[in-house]
C-alpha cells in the first residue's frame, strides 16, 4: 500500500534525511584516509551505515515526492530501531568514539534512528500496514548478513562478531542469522503495537 503522506509528515522527514546524509557526509571526512569516496565504500559494511543511508535517501523521497509504500517505511523504521537497540546494548561498550567521531556516531546510532522511529509512529497511519506484513522486516537483516559473507570472504574483515564465518562456523552462524531475524520480527511487533496504541489514544 502506498501512503500519501502530509505536509508535516514531508517537512519533519526532510529534516530527518539532511540530517542523516549529513552525519554520513561527516564521517567520511573525519575517518582515516585522503579519499572519502573509499571511505564511504569502508563505512558501508556496516549495517548501520546502511540503515542511515536508507533513511536518508527514502525519507528524502517522502520529503520530495509525499509517497512511500508502507511496508518499506515499516522495514525502515524496524532496521533503525535494531541499529539503536543492538548498538546500545551489544556493541558501545567496546567502542569509545572521541571528538567529533562522538557526535556522529551519537547521529548513526541514537538520532536517526530515534527520529525516523517517532517518524513513523506519528505519521504512518495505523491501517497502513497490518500484521501480515511483519515477516518483512527478515529480508533486512537476511540482505545484510549475505552482503557481508561476501565482503567478509573478499577481504577476510567481517564486521561483527555475530556474523563472523571463521570464528562461528556456519551452524553458529546460521543460529545468530535466524535469531536476529526473530528479534527484528519482534520488535517489529513492538513498533506496530506501539503505534496501534497511540492511534487508539489520539
Do not use: C
Amino acid at each position: 500500500m502506498i501512503v500519501s503522506h502530509s505536509f508535516l509528515s514531508r517537512r519533519v522527514a526532510g529534516t530527518i534525511s539532511i540530517a542523516a546524509f549529513v552525519a554520513i557526509g561527516a564521517q567520511t571526512l573525519i575517518n582515516e584516509g585522503n579519499n572519502p569516496l573509499l571511505n564511504l565504500a569502508l563505512m558501508l559494511r556496516y549495517f548501520t551505515i546502511w540503515s542511515n543511508m536508507a533513511a536518508a535517501l527514502l525519507l528524502g523521497w517522502v520529503a520530495l515526492r509525499g509517497k512511500l509504500d508502507a511496508r518499506i517505511a515499516f522495514a525502515l523504521a524496524t532496521a533503525l530501531a535494531m541499529v539503536g537497540i543492538v548498538y546500545h546494548l551489544l556493541l558501545s561498550a567496546d567502542h569509545h568514539p572521541v571528538g567529533w567521531d562522538w557526535y556522529t556516531n551519537q547521529m548513526h546510532h541514537t538520532v536517526v534512528p530515534l527520529a525516523t522511529v517517532f517518524w513513523w509512529l506519528a505519521f504512518s497511519g495505523v491501517k497502513a500496514t497490518g500484521w501480515r506484513t511483519l515477516p518483512i522486516v527478515i529480508a533486512v537483516p537476511i540482505l545484510y548478513t549475505g552482503f557481508a559473507l561476501v565482503v567478509g570472504e573478499a577481504t577476510g574483515f567481517y564486521p561483527y562478531f555475530f556474523l563472523d564465518l571463521p570464528e562461528l562456523g556456519w551452524g553458529r552462524l546460521l543460529l545468530n542469522v535466524a535469531g536476529l531475524g526473530l528479534v527484528f520480527m519482534a520488535f517489529g511487533a513492538l513498533l506496530m503495537g506501539a503505534r496501534k496504541l497511540i492511534t487508539a489514544r489520539a
